[in-house]
């Protein structure tokens, strides 16, 4: 094995590395993938939902034969403070609209079945293999070593995910940093199809979206997510790992224990069967986190590259792996062409990305995280929106309280006004 | 939905455990409070704990998300890369 020398070694069969193996064998390149896990897919977790236009560039019959759940066609966010939570939703039947179109999606099937779409073009996939390091001559990366073995070729793709050690290896990407990264956990909750469709008002097929901000988290930077599946409810919580320990200071695998004890949530899940349990690093920080993506004979897409924008009304990653991955392997096939595949042989990946919506939207969306770290989207902000509703709902017979009056008193009480207009000028700045 | 304790959570999930690596390795004798209990607080697992002054952590059970090493890399986390393959956490669901 030794002896072979590849065009293309990737490490890591998750979207990206598995969509660049589908570029790179389409156009008839010797591509190897080396994936950690028994099967791709199989050590990673989504939320989650993906946003299917990078898909559909890639595969365009992806609506008939990927392993979706189902079609997102409600999105509800929740604000839950005290007693109450007040839950916006919008629905519209332009979101089934193929442009719009996005799914909820379990990674053990959809990776694997990325992963066979570029075995089927010919790619090499070798899993239940860890890579250990990297080969260098001259600064070049000319391999990877992987379980003992060395294994060569021209150009090496890192897609080894959020921490990508391999990046750190060569000095491409720092260590990540607590504000940069939230910890994520999940539990898929069995429950059948049917029951699934009733509780949360939808056909056959479709499906709701929820992100909740508030009690979950006990006021620390973060919130619950809810993503129905086809026969199972993915439900659980993101925090930024820099705040861990804020607000009422709850422990991590508390916060997911707290949402399915909650009044909105626990009728929705009575009944259901735990199915697994999982947790995983998101990258949080934007563009500022984009480490040195290109280096001599070396690329870096997905997780890895830090390509994943949490806006706080939606979380967005696996769209981004997908292009970058597709991306990456267009920039391969650019510099074997030229035979260059040094750091400016590989620079095509660079122009690409940058007039690619991962570049545009992060940049976009470049105050976000400083925005989605301010404390009283996670306290003040759902307490005085229940207080509000409250006052509106609740009642026993009491004289009513002028609204404008009454809103102001609950206004002064939770947070103050001066707060409230940088909060909002900041979110306006940050959209 | 009847709560479940963590141990049940990680009892449904599958590994295929490392008998002879582990893949983090903790200064059991790292005896700084506060950092101690950032682990025991962002460990999705609960796989650390605090008893007779000594770091208590044990990798079975491991999620490989890697939360340890961003908080404490370098502190109590001695060392920390994923278990070799295939061991682990094997996910069906994700």
Redesign the interface.
Known sequence: MSEEKFDAIIVGGGLAGSAAAYTLAKAGLEVAVI????SC??????GGRIYAHSLAKLIPDYAETAPLERKIVKERIVLMGGTGSTTIEYGDEGLKEPAYASYSV???KL?AWLAEKAEEAGALYI????VDELLQENGKVTGVVA?GDSLNADVVLLADG??S?LAQQIGLKK????HQ?G???K???GLDEKTISDRFGVLPGEGVACLIAGHATGGAVGGGILYTNKN?ISLGTVVS?GH??DGE?L???DMV?RL??SPLI?PL????E????????VPEGGISMTPQLVGDGVLIAGDAAGFVMNLGFTFRGMDLAIESGRLAGEAIIKAKEKSDFSSSGLSEYRSLLDNSFIMRDLKHFRKMPDFMESSQIYKEIPEIAGEVFGSLFKIDGSAPKKMLKNVNSILKRNIKLTTLIKLATKAMGAM | MAKMTLDDKLGVDRFKVDEHNAHIIVDETYNNIDEINRLIMACPAGLYSYNDGKVDFNYEGCLECGTCRVVSLGKVIKSWSYPRGPLGVEYHHG
Do not use: C, M
């Open positions: 994936e950690r896990g028994t897919g199989s050590k990673n977790v989504t379990l990674r053990a990776d899993t239940g293999i860890r379980d959020v921490h050690l260590d990540l940093t607590p990264v910890v994520g956990v539990e898929v909750i199972s790992i861990i320990g200071g422990k991590v695998p224990e399915k004890e626990a899940i009575a009944g259901g735990l199915l697994e349990y999982s947790a995983h690093l």
